[in-house]
């Protein structure tokens, strides 16, 4: 099991940065993959960018160059900075990780799980 608690939203100018964090904690899981997804109002949930257990980054083409998603496995958290903001990255901004349960006797069967956070608000004003 996973639980993630997202922090850092806020309100900003258009062209200041914030801060995402993720704090992770995991129960009889392994993580293969973690990344923020985010939806505006009346849109559709959408990644904004994801990173492998390799170090592997994809992000949305619309944040290369100004997203950096990175992974701090000691410190149990995955940030998103967030520079150069713009008014059309408005949205609810969530945390996903992605994996596998570890077995034992109390659950044999591996599987692929998914799991989310609550969400935090980011509000980028003109």
């Known amino acids: 099991q996973v639980h993630l608690v997202e922090s850092g939203g806020g309100s900003v100018q258009a062209g200041g940065s914030l801060r995402l964090s993720c704090t992770v904690t995991?129960?009889?899981?392994?993580?293969?993959?973690m990344g923020w997804y985010r939806q505006a109002p009346g849109k559709q949930r959408d990644l904004v960018a994801r990173?492998?257990?390799?170090?592997?980054?994809n992000y949305q083409e619309s944040v290369k160059g100004r997203f950096t998603i990175s992974r701090d496995v000691a410190k149990n958290t995955l940030n998103l900075q967030m520079n150069s903001l713009k008014v059309e990255d408005t949205a609810v901004y969530y945390c996903?990780?992605?994996?596998?349960?570890?077995?034992?006797?109390?659950?044999?069967?591996?599987?692929?799980?998914?799991?989310w956070g609550q969400g935090t608000q980011v509000t980028v004003s003109p």
């Open positions: 990173i492998t257990n390799d170090g592997i980054t």
């Open positions: 996903n990780a992605d994996g596998f349960n570890i077995p034992s006797i109390h659950d044999n069967r591996p599987r692929q799980e998914n799991y």
């Open positions: 995991v129960n009889r899981f392994s993580i293969n993959s």
